[in-house]
Protein backbone atom coordinates (compact mmCIF):
# COMPACT_ATOMS: atom_id res chain seq x y z
CA UNK A 1 0.00 0.00 0.00
CA UNK A 2 1.48 3.46 -1.24
CA UNK A 3 0.61 6.24 1.15
CA UNK A 4 1.69 9.88 1.01
CA UNK A 5 2.35 12.32 3.98
CA UNK A 6 1.51 15.80 3.91
CA UNK A 7 2.35 18.22 6.34
CA UNK A 8 3.33 21.92 6.67
CA UNK A 9 0.00 23.83 6.35
CA UNK A 10 -0.99 26.69 8.17
CA UNK A 11 -1.51 30.49 8.97
CA UNK A 12 0.14 32.66 6.90
CA UNK A 13 0.22 36.14 6.58
CA UNK A 14 0.39 38.25 3.13
CA UNK A 15 3.29 38.27 1.49
CA UNK A 16 4.85 35.53 3.67
CA UNK A 17 6.32 31.80 3.09
CA UNK A 18 5.06 28.29 3.76
CA UNK A 19 6.92 24.79 2.90
CA UNK A 20 4.91 21.45 2.52
CA UNK A 21 6.58 18.67 2.24
CA UNK A 22 5.26 14.99 1.28
CA UNK A 23 6.48 11.55 2.08
CA UNK A 24 5.92 8.69 -0.33
CA UNK A 25 6.24 5.17 1.26
CA UNK A 26 5.00 2.13 0.11
CA UNK A 27 6.20 -0.34 -2.77
CA UNK A 28 6.52 1.26 -5.87
CA UNK A 29 7.98 -0.03 -9.23
CA UNK A 30 8.43 3.55 -10.87
CA UNK A 31 7.62 7.32 -9.77
CA UNK A 32 6.61 8.96 -13.45
CA UNK A 33 5.99 12.16 -11.40
CA UNK A 34 4.79 13.90 -8.11
CA UNK A 35 2.78 16.90 -7.51
CA UNK A 36 0.77 19.43 -6.06
CA UNK A 37 -2.82 20.62 -6.39
CA UNK A 38 -5.03 22.54 -4.39
CA UNK A 39 -8.70 23.38 -4.18
CA UNK A 40 -10.04 26.52 -2.38
CA UNK A 41 -13.79 26.77 -1.47
CA UNK A 42 -15.87 26.44 -4.09
CA UNK A 43 -13.33 26.16 -6.98
CA UNK A 44 -12.26 23.02 -8.67
CA UNK A 45 -9.42 21.21 -7.85
CA UNK A 46 -6.15 22.45 -9.60
CA UNK A 47 -2.62 21.49 -10.44
CA UNK A 48 -0.25 23.92 -8.48
CA UNK A 49 2.91 22.40 -9.51
CA UNK A 50 4.40 19.08 -11.18
CA UNK A 51 7.62 17.59 -11.27
CA UNK A 52 8.47 14.72 -13.22
CA UNK A 53 10.88 12.21 -13.29
CA UNK A 54 13.82 13.26 -15.42
CA UNK A 55 13.35 16.61 -13.01
CA UNK A 56 11.33 18.88 -15.39
CA UNK A 57 8.52 20.97 -13.95
CA UNK A 58 5.70 22.39 -14.55
CA UNK A 59 4.01 25.23 -12.50
CA UNK A 60 0.24 26.87 -13.30
CA UNK A 61 0.53 30.46 -14.06
CA UNK A 62 -0.61 32.09 -11.12
CA UNK A 63 2.42 30.52 -8.92
CA UNK A 64 4.95 31.05 -11.44
CA UNK A 65 7.74 32.88 -10.09
CA UNK A 66 6.78 32.30 -6.64
CA UNK A 67 6.67 28.66 -5.56
CA UNK A 68 9.28 25.96 -6.52
CA UNK A 69 8.85 22.55 -6.07
CA UNK A 70 12.03 19.98 -5.41
CA UNK A 71 12.48 16.60 -4.35
CA UNK A 72 14.85 14.46 -2.16
CA UNK A 73 17.67 12.66 -3.85
CA UNK A 74 15.82 9.21 -3.60
CA UNK A 75 12.43 10.71 -5.40
CA UNK A 76 10.63 9.85 -2.88
CA UNK A 77 9.73 13.38 -1.25
CA UNK A 78 8.30 16.39 -2.62
CA UNK A 79 8.94 20.18 -1.76
CA UNK A 80 6.73 22.79 -2.31
CA UNK A 81 8.17 26.11 -1.26
CA UNK A 82 5.56 28.50 -1.24
CA UNK A 83 6.71 32.24 -1.24
CA UNK A 84 4.88 36.13 -1.53
CA UNK A 85 2.12 34.65 -0.58
CA UNK A 86 -1.25 35.64 -1.64
CA UNK A 87 -5.09 35.13 0.12
CA UNK A 88 -6.00 33.98 -3.16
CA UNK A 89 -3.33 30.54 -2.23
CA UNK A 90 -5.69 29.97 0.56
CA UNK A 91 -6.69 26.25 -0.08
CA UNK A 92 -6.32 22.47 0.40
CA UNK A 93 -2.97 21.33 -1.11
CA UNK A 94 -3.30 18.32 -2.11
CA UNK A 95 0.23 16.10 -2.84
CA UNK A 96 -0.65 13.65 -5.40
CA UNK A 97 1.88 10.78 -7.26
CA UNK A 98 1.27 8.81 -10.32
CA UNK A 99 3.26 5.57 -11.49
CA UNK A 100 3.57 2.23 -12.13
CA UNK A 101 3.15 -0.72 -9.17
CA UNK A 102 4.93 -3.08 -10.48
CA UNK A 103 7.17 -4.26 -13.50
CA UNK A 104 4.22 -5.11 -15.34
CA UNK A 105 3.53 -1.82 -15.33
CA UNK A 106 -0.17 -1.37 -13.55
CA UNK A 107 -0.36 2.30 -12.96
CA UNK A 108 -0.75 3.60 -9.95
CA UNK A 109 -2.43 7.34 -8.72
CA UNK A 110 -2.49 8.15 -5.14
CA UNK A 111 -3.52 11.11 -3.13
CA UNK A 112 -2.51 12.54 -0.06
CA UNK A 113 -4.93 13.73 2.76
CA UNK A 114 -4.40 17.11 1.98
CA UNK A 115 -2.59 20.05 4.07
CA UNK A 116 -5.02 23.46 4.73
CA UNK A 117 -2.85 27.07 3.87
CA UNK A 118 -4.41 30.29 4.62
CA UNK A 119 -2.94 33.14 3.45
CA UNK A 120 -4.86 36.11 5.75
CA UNK A 121 -3.73 39.18 7.75
Known amino acids: QVQLVESGGGLVQPGGSLRLSCAAS????????MGWYRQAPGKERELVALIISGGNTHYADSVKGRFTISRDNAKTTVYLQMNSLKPEDTAVYYCNLGGYRDSALNYLEVWGQGTLVTVSS
Open 26 to 33: GSIFRINA
